[in-house]
């Protein structure tokens, strides 16, 4: 075990269980490697950080507790509109403003906790950008859908799964998922394609296959990273297309649901929530490096 000694202040510092929430500055290479540059932090600062009485979070500490004790408050907001929106839209929203803000308020929420996590415009937090702005539009889509205007609600959600799509990228490009996606969306445009009138009978499939390249490009990613985020944002994914499908059998189609809004509304946030969540490791490389190191 390594020990770092400040001989003024008399404090020992115990390198492989100290962890600072926001600086990625505290990690030793090997046992013989010394403390070099900005990858760790002087006997001096461990000095301040020890009388500033700075609360080390323990490396054994359970990897979801680490990141509930990190993200939770920053996921408040979200879940306190969540609450809010249930408690309060009991009925299928008639396009009343207050119903439209409420439906808004939990994707806002998630604006913010994308900025929060740390967010610029430089390369390091492009992909942060990206689903930013996806959760923008998402949100001017409920807002059109809540008002009625389904089709401009199409086209909004539909310029979202752009911004998905350009977040999730392109590498690798794992074509044996998007060929299976693609034949089945192409199956179920074929089948709901005489139900749409002559604006639909467009927008429709197009939105189709936009939302099936970013659940492809959401799977495509998660198999190659193998990490949690990546993993719950391919689960999200999939529950965004769970989400568009139940509106489209119950608008289209004419399949009765059971509580048919609320099915759609839990499930399309579980989407948002899982998308956004996947910022939580972007930033420069030496962050998510150190990010690794903890965890």
Same mark, same amino acid.
């Given at each position: 075990?390594?020990?770092?000694?400040?001989e003024k202040c008399k404090v020992n510092v115990k390198l492989s269980s100290l962890t600072l929430h926001t600086s990625p500055v505290l990690w030793i290479e090997s046992a013989e490697s010394p403390l070099n540059g900005t990858a760790a932090l002087s006997a001096e600062k461990l000095?301040? /950080? /020890? %009388? /500033? %009485?700075?609360?080390p979070t323990p490396r054994n500490l359970p990897k979801y507790l680490v990141m509930v004790k990190t993200h939770g408050p920053r996921l408040a907001p979200f879940? /306190?509109?969540?609450?809010?929106?249930?408690s309060l839209v009991r009925q299928d929203p008639q396009g009343e403003l207050w119903t439209t803000v409420l439906k808004c308020l939990p994707i806002?929420?998630?604006?913010?906790?994308?900025?929060?996590?740390? +967010?610029?415009l430089k390369k390091d937090y492009r992909r942060s950008l990206w689903i930013l702005l996806g959760l923008v539009f998402s949100c001017g889509g409920d807002a059109l859908l809540n008002v009625n205007l389904f089709p401009f609600g199409m086209v909004s959600f539909g310029v979202a799964h752009v911004f998905y799509i350009c977040a999730f990228g392109w590498k690798p490009l794992k074509w044996p998922i998007g060929l299976a996606l693609y034949v089945a969306v192409s199956l179920f445009v074929y089948f709901v394609h005489q139900k749409l009138d002559e604006i639909l009978i467009i927008?429709?499939?197009?939105y189709c296959y936009l939302i099936t390249t970013m659940l492809w490009r959401a799977l495509a990613r998660a198999v190659d990273a193998k990490n949690f985020l990546a993993i719950f944002c391919a689960v999200g994914a999939v529950l965004f297309v769970v989400s568009d499908a139940l509106i489209?059998?119950?608008?289209?189609?004419?399949?009765?649901?059971?509580?048919?809004?609320?099915?759609?509304?839990?499930t399309y946030y579980a989407a948002q929530f899982a998308i956004a969540l996947s910022t939580a490791d972007d930033g420069p490389?030496? +962050?998510?490096?150190?990010?690794?190191k903890i965890k």
């Open positions: 075990m390594l020990y770092l000694t400040a000095c301040r /950080a /020890a %009388k /500033a %009485k700075v609360t879940v /306190a509109t969540l609450i809010l929106y249930f806002v929420a998630l604006m913010f906790y994308v900025v929060a996590n740390g +967010f610029s927008g429709v499939p197009i489209a059998v119950t608008m289209f189609v004419g399949v009765p649901l059971p509580c048919p809004r609320l099915q759609i509304m839990i490389q030496s +962050f998510r490096s150190y990010r690794r």
